[in-house]
């Protein structure tokens, strides 16, 4: 049996009535993570990880009704019970764990496998239905350890210290782990765009180690940012806030860099692919490990990953969902 | 080749060209003069030859990944890129390294061995395994690179301009100087590399002329060959002897001096740019006024100037009697015979449609008798004789083979060397008017052949006064010997052999036909054509 099916307000699991990042309002909405495209406003009822509360409050308000829970403990809703599994992801981001009866199904929201200082690894959930992204479903997309691509980042930004360096990432997740990444490597004060701030501070208060952060506005107008590096989101590329600084390098950290057609086509100089989805390899690995007979598939290069798995005899079936297969915006 | 990869991604992740500049600069600050050499050929563009298809690289990836190939198919769409596709696809398989290996494999080596080594191997399964091989002693971002230099698909963001620009500082050659190295065929290995960036101005090999052929003076034994059917019949004009060159979009005008007189005749350099490239032709310049050819007297006026006035444009128009085709279609021709140069020289100069730009006329002779009336009708023909070219020759160098020969209508002259001076007398007391002339003789050595007094206006003495002052050897009492730098034609009205000379021969009434500024003295006539004068004289009496 079908223990959740989709619909026009998101994935619905009808024993335990509530919704796995609805994006429309609905009476309970059980959230993986806080990005913008799984975490929407107006349902009734949220509950989420521990973890993912300050940024879901973040996101959609203080007076958020929400309810949380410890990674792995057992909560009814309905006739299920339901559980939250660290998903590696971002900050709190979590797999949803479904027990009902003997049938045991997860819904992976956005994940991936490759270690990240600013998040709980990815944990293996074993069951009968796994339900998984697919963004970077496609084997050209192999990531780089973390460090590796913080070392390039490092030389990419120390080897000008004429100009300013400006790196942009999404806020939410990216930025943080770029952070952290390079507080193994130096201990620079990194300047930050405003829409950063608030984000990072929940990340400081969870516990994750970070470089030391400053707004661009402790400085006055004379200052010229020689040599500093500035995270900012991709909106803030070729915005009226970058004329604030003169001839800057630009790079874009992001999984699809990694294609240099694409680099190009964004128009910034630098890439560094950096993602926070599973690659090709890791989606592969992870669906071995889940032991899941059934796999649906949510977003992204869904066509590829179920042909690739299909001819490996796994039954393969898609979920039509609004998540945004570009990876999240902010 | 990780300085190269290096270069590569620097130059690709920057949009400004002042950092380009930078990179490219630290490259070859560093490079071997091979590598550099094969990075300049890469980098503008000048290797397209591939090695392996694109579609064989794929080939031996499925060949030993048993890769779906469906797979790869929608990588390729994804990528759009064989080379990059394969790279990242090691990458995911695990294929490659994380980080590069301690030991580095030159640019050179790729190029030269490793590259042709794997592409010779004619077994498929053996090629695809040394191809993975090859990979695996490499990072994703090398593999990417060397996947490229494999399909000949190489491309980076950087302008030849750019990589002109980085020589050019860091080797302190001027950028033009470079381009024109850049322009033609062009090697690899370090010789290569060292002529594009030499701080000398080695063999501009563009705008180099080929030797000028020479021709002798017209004498029994070749009138005893002479069949007229065999022989091209041309007028002897006198003006300066030329060679044009149409290179790389470039042109320049060389004398027989080797003097590069291009910026002399500025309406003829307009001209000649509408040759077709990869030309060179030989031939007269000449000042054509109101349909005439004008005296060299005329054409002196237009010689040695640094900027050619627009009046003296007017009055002395210059204009070029073309008669040999050297180099044809970027092909040097010169051991075609005439016959087939000429066909090539006609069809060249009738694309030029410029009544400044003539093709010498061929004359029609039956016979001996005729090819002297011939020449005794030269002067009307403004021309001061005729030229005798055999139709089976090829155009050799110098004077070595009677493939030409000149016919003059007044044959005695000689073009001498200035070797000594003398102040003369009365009213040239202070003035060194009084000049013993040279010729070369087989050693290299110049020999007084004559001495002579006049001929030369009093413009010309007074500029050769100061040039003697400032050039004096030695000093032998009012004697002075100079450098041997100034050629001067030398007429006279008849030529004997002399046991009393040191030079064999003994003229009568030498005078000073003109200032040849024109000729360099390495150009001046030899002994040994002064004795073939002799005997052609003596024939004639
Ligand atoms: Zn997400
Ligand atoms: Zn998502």
Redesign the pocket.
């Known amino acids: 049996m079908d223990l959740i099916r989709a619909t026009n307000e998101g994935l619905y699991c009808p024993v335990g009535d509530f919704y796995i990042d609805p994006w429309r309002p609905v009476a309970n909405a059980i959230i993986t993570?806080a990005?913008a495209d799984?975490a929407h406003w107006g349902s009734r009822q949220y509950y989420s990880s521990a973890k993912c509360a300050p940024l879901l409050q973040l996101r959609l308000g203080e007076d958020l009704p929400l309810q949380t829970y410890l990674p792995s403990e057992k909560f009814p809703m309905g006739k299920t019970w339901v559980s939250f599994h660290p998903a590696g992801?971002?900050l709190g981001?979590s797999q949803v764990r479904i027990e009902y009866g003997s049938h045991v199904w997860v819904a992976s929201g956005?994940y991936k496998r490759t270690p990240d200082p600013s998040c709980d690894p990815f944990e293996v959930v074993p069951c009968d239905t796994f339900i998984s992204e697919a963004t970077f479903a496609l084997p050209v997309y192999q990531w780089d350890r973390g460090e590796v691509t913080a070392k390039k980042i490092l030389e990419w930004w120390q080897q000008d210290q004429e100009r300013p360096s400006l790196l942009f990432c999404y806020a939410l997740g990216k930025a943080q782990r770029i952070l952290a990444e390079l507080a193994r490597l130096t201990d620079r004060t990194i300047y930050i765009h405003g829409a950063l701030e608030a984000i990072t501070n929940i990340y400081r208060h969870a516990g994750v180690k970070m470089l030391p952060t400053a707004s661009i506005f402790d400085h006055d107008k004379g200052y010229s940012f020689k040599g500093d590096l500035i995270l900012a989101p991709p909106s803030a590329h070729r915005s009226p806030w970058m004329k604030r600084f003169k001839e800057p390098q630009t790079a874009f950290a992001s999984g699809w860099m990694l294609v240099r057609g694409t680099r190009r086509r964004k128009g910034y100089e630098k890439g560094f692919a950096l993602s926070?989805h599973a690659d090709w390899n890791e989606l592969n690995q992870t669906i071995q490990e889940t032991q899941a007979q059934t796999i649906f598939l949510t977003h992204g290069r869904t066509d590829v990953l179920q042909r690739y798995l299909t001819e490996q005899g796994k039954t393969v079936r898609l979920f039509q969902t609004e998540y945004d297969a570009h990876e999240?915006a902010s | 080749m990780k300085d190269f990869v290096k270069l590569f991604d620097e130059i690709d992740s920057t949009t400004s060209t002042n950092e380009k500049v930078e990179a490219l600069k630290d490259y070859f600050k560093h490079a071997t003069p091979t590598d550099s050499m094969w990075t300049l050929l890469l980098l503008t563009g000048r290797l397209s030859k591939r090695t392996i298809t694109s579609r064989s690289l794929s080939r031996m990836f499925l060949t030993q990944t048993h890769y779906p190939e469906w797979l790869l198919e929608e990588c390729w769409d994804h990528v759009g890129d064989t080379a990059e596709t394969l790279s990242l696809l090691a990458h995911s398989l695990n294929l490659c390294r994380e980080t590069s290996s301690q030991t580095d494999t030159s640019l050179t080596a790729w190029m030269e061995e490793k590259i042709p080594n794997l592409a010779r191997i004619k077994d498929e399964e053996k090629q695809s395994q040394s191809l993975i091989n090859l990979w695996k002693k490499l990072t994703a971002q090398e593999i990417f690179i060397l996947n490229k230099l494999i399909t000949g698909a190489f491309r980076v963001g950087v302008s030849e301009k750019l990589v002109i620009r980085a020589l050019s500082e860091v080797y302190g050659v001027p950028t033009d100087q470079i381009a024109h190295r850049l322009s033609g065929n062009l090697d690899t290995g370090e010789q290569a590399f060292e002529r594009v960036v030499s701080q000398e101005a080695v063999a501009a090999n563009f705008s180099q002329p080929y030797p000028f052929c020479l021709a002798h003076p017209w004498n029994e034994r070749s009138e005893k060959n002479f069949d007229p059917k065999e022989w091209c019949i041309e007028w002897k004009y006198d003006g300066i002897r030329a060679q044009v060159i149409r290179r790389e979009s470039h042109t320049w005008i060389w004398s027989r001096g080797e003097e590069d007189i291009t910026e002399t005749f500025p309406e003829l350099t307009e001209i000649f740019t509408h040759l077709p490239e990869g030309t060179v032709i030989d031939g007269e310049i000449l000042v054509f006024r109101n349909q005439r050819i004008s005296s060299f007297q005329a054409l002196q006026k237009r010689l040695g100037r640094k900027k050619v006035s627009e009046q003296i444009l007017k009055d002395y128009p210059a204009g070029f009697m073309a008669y040999d085709c050297l180099e044809f279609n970027s092909r040097d021709i010169r051991q075609e015979t005439l016959k087939e140069r000429r066909k090539k020289l006609e069809k060249t100069v009738t694309k030029i449609h410029d009544s400044k730009v003539l093709l010498s006329p061929t004359i029609d002779v039956d016979t001996l008798e005729e090819l002297n009336e011939l020449r005794m009708k030269a002067r009307e023909r403004d021309a001061e004789g005729l030229m005798i070219k055999w139709w089976a020759g090829v155009y050799s160098v110098g004077r070595k083979t009677g493939n030409w020969w000149k016919y003059k209508v007044d044959p005695l002259t000689l073009d001498a060397v200035l070797l000594y001076a003398q102040s003369g007398t009365g009213r040239r007391s202070n003035l060194y008017t009084d000049y013993t002339f040279a010729l070369w003789n087989e050693k290299k050595e110049l020999i007084p052949f004559a001495k002579a007094y006049s001929g030369l206006d009093q413009s010309e003495i007074d500029e050769l006064d100061a040039w003697i002052r400032r050039h004096t050897k030695e000093k032998f009492g009012p004697v002075r010997s100079v450098q041997a730098e100034h050629v001067f034609e030398i007429g006279f009205e008849g030529i004997g052999s002399s046991a009393r000379h040191k030079s064999g021969i003994a003229v009568r009434f030498p005078r000073i036909l003109r200032w040849r500024k024109d000729k360099k003295a390495e150009d001046a006539d030899t002994l040994q054509s002064a004795q073939e004068l002799l005997r052609a004289v003596n024939r004639e009496e």
């Open positions: 993570h990005h799984h992801h971002i981001s956005d926070d999240e």
